[in-house]
C-alpha cells in the first residue's frame, strides 16, 4: 500500500483561499457596499421645493374616447419650485403611472408607480435631476402625459 502524503504547500495554499476569500467579503460589506447605497447630496432647495405641482387623473380617464385624462397633460417643472409632483386619481377606476422608458432618479430611486394608484389616492415623487419623461396608464395606453425637468432659470 502506498500512503498519500501531503505538502506544507497544500495547507499554506489552502490558508491562502481562505484569507482571500474573508478579505473579499470584508471589504465588500464593509466598503464597497454602504458606499454604493449612499443616496447623493442634492441641494436643500431641491430637496424641499417652494410649490407643489399636482396632475389630476381626472373622471373618465379609463374611456379611450375622452381627450383628457392626465390633466396637465405636458408639465414643466423647474427644480426647486415645483419638482414634488403628485398625481391624483380622481377617477373611479384604478390607473398607474408608468414611464414609456425606464426612469431612475439618483436621489428618489425608480420612476412610476408600484402598482395601481385606486380611486382616491395619490402617487408622489421628488424629481432632483433634469430629464424629459413620457409617461402613461398601463391598463390604459391612449392616457399619456410628459414631464420636463430643467434647472431653475434664475
Given at each position: 500500500m502506498s500512503q498519500a502524503t501531503t505538502t506544507p504547500a497544500y495547507g499554506i495554499g489552502v490558508m491562502t483561499v481562505i484569507i482571500?476569500?474573508?478579505?473579499?467579503?470584508?471589504?465588500?460589506?464593509?466598503?464597497?457596499?454602504?458606499?454604493?447605497?449612499?443616496?447623493?447630496?442634492?441641494?436643500?432647495?431641491?430637496l424641499h421645493p417652494t410649490e407643489p405641482r399636482i396632475i389630476n387623473i381626472i373622471m373618465g380617464s379609463a374611456d379611450a374616447q375622452q381627450q383628457d385624462n392626465f390633466v396637465p397633460k405636458r408639465v414643466d417643472i423647474q427644480l426647486g419650485i415645483d419638482n414634488h409632483v403628485t398625481w391624483d386619481n380622481l377617477d373611479d377606476t384604478a390607473h398607474t403611472v408608468t414611464p414609456n422608458h425606464r426612469h431612475a432618479d439618483s436621489y428618489s430611486g425608480e420612476f412610476g408607480s408600484d402598482g395601481v394608484v385606486m380611486p382616491g389616492e395619490k402617487y408622489e415623487f421628488l424629481?432632483?435631476?433634469s430629464a424629459e419623461i413620457g409617461y402613461f396608464c398601463s391598463p390604459h395606453p391612449w392616457m399619456t402625459g410628459e414631464l420636463v425637468i430643467t434647472k431653475q432659470r434664475f
Open positions: 482571500a476569500v474573508a478579505a473579499s467579503i470584508v471589504f465588500y460589506q464593509v466598503f464597497y457596499l454602504p458606499e454604493s447605497l449612499l443616496k447623493p447630496s442634492v441641494d436643500e432647495h431641491i424629481f432632483t435631476e
